[in-house]
C-alpha cells in the first residue's frame, strides 16, 4: 500500500490530552504498510496520496474490549420476564440465563454460529470500530467451547477487524456439573485452556466471579494454569455483589477487571498497583437497572485507567453500538467526553494488552481510525442513535 497523508483533518490521538476543540490541519497523519508512519503539523508530502478529510474528525478506530459476541439463539422472552419484576438471578436459578443460551449455542455449529454473529459485529463496525474482543462461555463444554473460539477467529477471517478472543468457560455451571464448581474446572476449563490455547484460539482468559458463579478460590486454578501458559488473565468481578474477584485478579496482574458496580476504593488501589483497568459496562447496568454506580472517582484518585465496552451478550447487554455505550458512560456514570474517548481507544487496547497495536494514533501503532462527520470529541459523545461514520479505516485502509 503507498503512503498516505491524511491532511485537513480534527485529529485526536488519544496519545496524551483530549482537545475539546481541535483544529482541521493542525495535525496531519502519514500511513503506509497499515502502519502510522508520522504525526505531525505540515508533514512531508513528498510521494504520498493526499487524502482531504475536509475538516471532519479523525479519532482512532473505537475498540469493543468486552463482548460475548458470539452465542446462539435470543433471550427477549427473558426480557419480557424482567419486566414482569423477576430477577436476573432467580431467571438464572431457573435454568433460563447463561445456561438457556447454553443449549441454543451448543446446537450450532461453527459457520452457523458466525452466521448469527456477523449482523452484531457489522453493528458494531458500521460505527467504525477497528478491534473487538469475544469471548467464549455459552458452550461449557471442551468442545462447544472450542466451537465458539473457531466461530470468533472466523469472525476475523469474514471481516476486516482484529479479533481477540477470550477464554470464559468460567462462566457458569452447566447442569452436569450443578454442585460440583471444582470439578467443572478441573475437568472442562483447565482442560479445555489447553487445548484452545494448542490451537492458537486463546488470547486471554477470563472468568465470571459472582455469587451466582465461581468464587476465587475455585478460579484459582484456572488462573495458575493460564499463567503457566503464558496467557493474560481478566475477570467479571463486582458486579452484582462484592465477591473478591478484583483483588484476587490483581494478584494475577490482571489486564483488567469489568463491571466493577461494587468494587472498593481498596480494589481501585489495587488495580493501580497492578496496572489493571477498570472496565465498566453501562449496558449491563442500564439493562439490569443497577443502582449501585462504579467507584469511577476512587479509580480516578488511584490513577486507574478506565475503559467502556459493551458487553454485547444476549442476557444482560444486548448492545452493539459503541457510540451509544460512550454516551451511556458519560450519562450513567458521569465520565467526562474525554474520560469516554479514551475509555474505547487507549485504555481498550491496554484492556487487551494492545498498548503498542491499536488504539492511538501514534507511530509505529496500526493505522486503525475512524473518521467522523462531526468536529468536537463531545458531538461524537453526546447524541443517542446517531452515527456520523463518514469512513472506517483498517489497517490504513478504508473499508467503509
Ligand atoms: N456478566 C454478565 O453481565 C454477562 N456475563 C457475565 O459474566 C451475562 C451473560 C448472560 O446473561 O448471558
Ligand atoms: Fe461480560
Given at each position: 500500500?503507498?503512503?498516505?497523508?491524511?491532511?485537513?483533518?480534527?485529529?485526536?490521538?488519544?496519545?496524551?490530552?483530549?482537545?475539546?476543540?481541535?483544529?482541521?490541519?493542525?495535525?496531519?497523519?502519514?500511513?503506509?504498510?497499515?502502519?502510522?508512519?508520522?504525526?505531525?503539523?505540515?508533514?512531508?508530502?513528498?510521494?504520498?496520496?493526499?487524502?482531504?478529510?475536509?475538516?471532519?474528525?479523525?479519532?482512532?478506530?473505537?475498540?469493543?474490549?468486552?463482548?460475548?459476541?458470539?452465542?446462539?439463539?435470543?433471550?427477549?422472552?427473558?426480557?419480557?420476564?424482567?419486566?414482569?419484576?423477576?430477577?436476573?438471578?432467580?431467571?438464572?436459578?431457573?435454568?433460563?440465563?447463561?445456561?438457556?443460551?447454553?443449549?441454543?449455542?451448543?446446537?450450532?455449529?461453527?459457520?452457523?454460529?458466525?452466521?448469527?454473529?456477523?449482523?452484531?459485529?457489522?453493528?458494531?463496525?458500521?460505527?467504525?470500530?477497528?478491534?473487538?474482543?469475544?469471548?467464549?462461555?455459552?458452550?461449557?463444554?471442551?468442545?462447544?467451547?472450542?466451537?465458539?473460539?473457531?466461530?470468533?477467529?472466523?469472525?476475523?477471517?469474514?471481516?476486516?477487524?482484529?479479533?481477540?478472543?477470550?477464554?470464559?468457560?468460567?462462566?457458569?455451571?452447566?447442569?452436569?456439573?450443578?454442585?460440583?464448581?471444582?470439578?467443572?474446572?478441573?475437568?472442562?476449563?483447565?482442560?479445555?485452556?489447553?487445548?484452545?490455547?494448542?490451537?492458537?484460539?486463546?488470547?486471554?482468559?477470563?472468568?465470571?466471579?459472582?455469587?451466582?458463579?465461581?468464587?476465587?478460590?475455585?478460579?484459582?486454578?484456572?488462573?495458575?494454569?493460564?499463567?503457566?501458559?503464558?496467557?493474560?488473565?481478566?475477570?467479571?468481578?463486582?458486579?452484582?455483589?462484592?465477591?473478591?474477584?478484583?483483588?484476587?485478579?490483581?494478584?494475577?496482574?490482571?489486564?483488567?477487571?469489568?463491571?466493577?458496580?461494587?468494587?472498593?476504593?481498596?480494589?481501585?488501589?489495587?488495580?493501580?498497583?497492578?496496572?489493571?483497568?477498570?472496565?465498566?459496562?453501562?449496558?449491563?447496568?442500564?439493562?439490569?437497572?443497577?443502582?449501585?454506580?462504579?467507584?469511577?472517582?476512587?479509580?480516578?484518585?488511584?490513577?486507574?485507567?478506565?475503559?467502556?465496552?459493551?458487553?454485547?451478550?444476549?442476557?444482560?447487554?444486548?448492545?452493539?453500538?459503541?457510540?451509544?455505550?460512550?454516551?451511556?458512560?458519560?450519562?450513567?456514570?458521569?465520565?467526562?467526553?474525554?474520560?469516554?474517548?479514551?475509555?474505547?481507544?487507549?485504555?481498550?487496547?491496554?484492556?487487551?494488552g494492545l498498548q503498542d497495536v491499536t488504539g492511538r494514533i501514534a507511530p509505529g501503532l496500526a493505522a486503525d481510525m475512524a473518521l467522523w462527520d462531526v468536529q468536537t470529541p463531545a458531538q461524537l459523545v453526546a447524541r443517542i442513535g446517531f452515527n456520523p461514520l463518514h469512513?472506517?479505516?483498517?489497517?490504513?485502509?478504508?473499508?467503509?
Amino acid at each position: 500500500m503507498p503512503a498516505t497523508l491524511w491532511t485537513n483533518a480534527r485529529v485526536v490521538t488519544a496519545d496524551g490530552g483530549i482537545p475539546r476543540a481541535p483544529q482541521p490541519g493542525a495535525l496531519e497523519v502519514l500511513t503506509e504498510g497499515g502502519q502510522i508512519l508520522a504525526v505531525g503539523p505540515a508533514l512531508p508530502r513528498a510521494g504520498a496520496a493526499i487524502m482531504d478529510c475536509a475538516g471532519r474528525l479523525l479519532t482512532p478506530a473505537p475498540i469493543d474490549c468486552h463482548t460475548h459476541l458470539v452465542f446462539g439463539g435470543d433471550r427477549a422472552t427473558e426480557f419480557e420476564m424482567r419486566l414482569d419484576g423477576v430477577p436476573y438471578a432467580q431467571i438464572a436459578a431457573q435454568g433460563g440465563g447463561i445456561r438457556a443460551s447454553m443449549r441454543a449455542t451448543r446446537a450450532m455449529d461453527v459457520d452457523s454460529l458466525v452466521a448469527a454473529s456477523l449482523p452484531r459485529l457489522d453493528h458494531l463496525l458500521a460505527e467504525g470500530t477497528g478491534t473487538v474482543e469475544v469471548k467464549s462461555g455459552y458452550g461449557l463444554s471442551v468442545a462447544a467451547e472450542l466451537t465458539m473460539l473457531r466461530a470468533a477467529r472466523a469472525l476475523g477471517q469474514a471481516r476486516r477487524v482484529r479479533i481477540c478472543t477470550t477464554w470464559l468457560a468460567a462462566h457458569a455451571l452447566p447442569p452436569d456439573y450443578e454442585g460440583r464448581p471444582e470439578a467443572y474446572i478441573a475437568e472442562v476449563a483447565i482442560p479445555g485452556l489447553t487445548a484452545a490455547h494448542a490451537e492458537g484460539l486463546v488470547d486471554a482468559v477470563d472468568s465470571f466471579c459472582e455469587t451466582i458463579a465461581f468464587t476465587p478460590d475455585q478460579l484459582a486454578p484456572l488462573y495458575d494454569h493460564a499463567r503457566a501458559l503464558g496467557l493474560p488473565v481478566k475477570i467479571h468481578a463486582e458486579q452484582l455483589s462484592q465477591s473478591g474477584g478484583t483483588a484476587f485478579a490483581c494478584g494475577y496482574n490482571a489486564l483488567s477487571a469489568d463491571h466493577l458496580e461494587h468494587a472498593t476504593a481498596a480494589d481501585a488501589q489495587a488495580m493501580a498497583a497492578s496496572g489493571t483497568v477498570a472496565v465498566l459496562l453501562p449496558g449491563a447496568f442500564y439493562t439490569l437497572r443497577e443502582t449501585v454506580l462504579p467507584p469511577v472517582a476512587a479509580f480516578r484518585a488511584a490513577g486507574v485507567s478506565m475503559a467502556l465496552a459493551t458487553d454485547c451478550n444476549p442476557g444482560t447487554s444486548p448492545l452493539t453500538s459503541i457510540l451509544l455505550t460512550m454516551n451511556m458512560g458519560a450519562t450513567l456514570f458521569r465520565l467526562t467526553v474525554a474520560e469516554c474517548l479514551l475509555a474505547v481507544t487507549a485504555h481498550a487496547a491496554r484492556a487487551l494488552g494492545l498498548q503498542d497495536v491499536t488504539g492511538r494514533i501514534a507511530p509505529g501503532l496500526a493505522a486503525d481510525m475512524a473518521l467522523w462527520d462531526v468536529q468536537t470529541p463531545a458531538q461524537l459523545v453526546a447524541r443517542i442513535g446517531f452515527n456520523p461514520l463518514h469512513a472506517r479505516i483498517y489497517q490504513g485502509e478504508r473499508v467503509a
